[in-house]
């Protein structure tokens, strides 16, 4: 039998690449550039609260990671190193290899380093800590939108809340549907050089984890002002448009997409379309920020909708799956 420290040596320790120590020792050591912040995140993923306890551990490590550098993706920080704490109910090698092989080659795509963690036995839950670095004082942040900028998204929004209603037996997708919208769901792919490329381009920015209406709501409530977007400009999953009825649910309340939702003067449009195209991310107008507080959006009439959908709120109602 495998102990905690032959697990931690088989699956999780590499050779040190820019950390100064890594994995082994009582802490990392690590030496953050001159002139740069640390930005740093932690996100937990709970069994039966975040995902399935059979699903595919490659997947989970895959997502694991992703999230967290879809954080820092929003705050426009580059990743740098992160930090792994699992509770596993036993020492299962085939779901630690795959869990492994998940997470550390997205790291090794992003250029992240894994420096340390904790290993220990418990009810199976993922914990990752993340660290990046983003130049003094320029980090893209909930509290700076300001009314007259545009509001963007990034991507295609609601693939992967359609894919999850798929699971859950709501919702029939086809084979090929249910298999890119299950792929948005399990795999997203965190939007860290468009990130990257909107710091002295937007004021704000927020990772859509919840939601565009609930994620959009945290930069409405920081920044203590109001937004109008128009339904039709949302981009939605290509899966989701013949589904009118599930907009509403999937791309507007529906979470898990990873996208970037961020606020930017009118007079950067041309800019953010040539860096977004610069990172082959496709990027969509969306709407505006105004004086008045709330958010309202409109439909084609320009009448505005009754918004009876939230995001996800883990101590709040859960996500109502109705549409319009
Ligand atoms: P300590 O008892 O000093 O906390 P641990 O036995 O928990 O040390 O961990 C030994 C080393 O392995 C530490 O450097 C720790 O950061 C690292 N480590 C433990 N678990 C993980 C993990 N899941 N991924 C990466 N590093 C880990
Ligand atoms: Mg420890």
Redesign the pocket.
């Known amino acids: 039998m495998a102990s905690?420290?032959d697990l931690?040596a088989r699956y999780?320790?590499r050779p040190a690449r820019t950390a100064a120590l890594g994995?082994?020792?009582?802490?990392?050591l690590l030496r953050p550039t001159p002139g740069m912040e640390l930005a740093i995140s932690a996100d937990m993923l709970v069994s039966g609260q975040h995902f399935f306890p059979d699903d595919d551990p490659e997947k989970l490590g895959h997502k694991a990671l992703a999230v967290n550098l879809s954080d820092l993706a929003a705050m426009a920080a580059l990743p740098r190193w992160v930090?792994?704490?699992?509770a596993l109910p036993t020492a299962d090698e085939a779901w630690l290899a795959g869990f492994s092989r998940g997470f550390l080659s997205l790291a090794e795509a992003f250029g992240v380093e894994?420096v340390?963690?904790?290993?220990t036995r418990g009810p199976l839950n993922i914990s990752v800590t993340i660290l990046g670095e983003v130049e003094v004082g320029r980090a893209l942040r909930r509290d700076a939108a300001q009314v007259g900028d545009d509001i963007w998204v990034s991507g295609e929004l609601g693939g992967a809340a359609l894919g999850l209603q798929h699971l859950l037996g709501q919702t029939r997708l086809s084979g090929p549907a249910a298999a890119a919208c299950l792929s948005r769901l399990h795999e997203p792919i965190p939007r860290v050089a468009l990130g990257r490329e909107l710091l002295g381009l937007a004021h704000a920015a927020i990772d859509i984890s919840d939601g565009l209406l609930a994620d959009l709501g945290h930069i409405l409530e920081h920044s203590q002002i109001g937004a109008r977007i128009d339904l039709a400009a949302v981009p939605t999953a290509p899966d989701l448009q013949q589904l009118p009825n599930l907009i509403g649910a999937c791309a507007l309340a529906g979470g898990d997409d990873y996208e970037l939702c961020f606020s930017a003067p009118a007079n950067h449009r041309n800019r953010i379309l040539a860096a977004a195209d610069a990172v082959s991310t496709r990027v969509t107008r969306i709407g505006v920020m105004v004086p008045d507080r709330g958010l309202k959006v409109l439909d084609e009439q320009g009448n505005s909708l009754a918004l009876p959908l939230t995001g996800y709120d883990h101590f709040g109602i859960s996500q109502p799956a109705m549409g319009w």
Not at 23 to 28: E, I, K, T
Not at 116 to 119: A, I, L, M, Q, V
Request: avoid cysteine.
């Open positions: 905690e420290f931690i999780f320790t994995v082994g020792d009582d802490a990392a930090l792994l704490s699992l894994l340390g963690g904790d290993t």
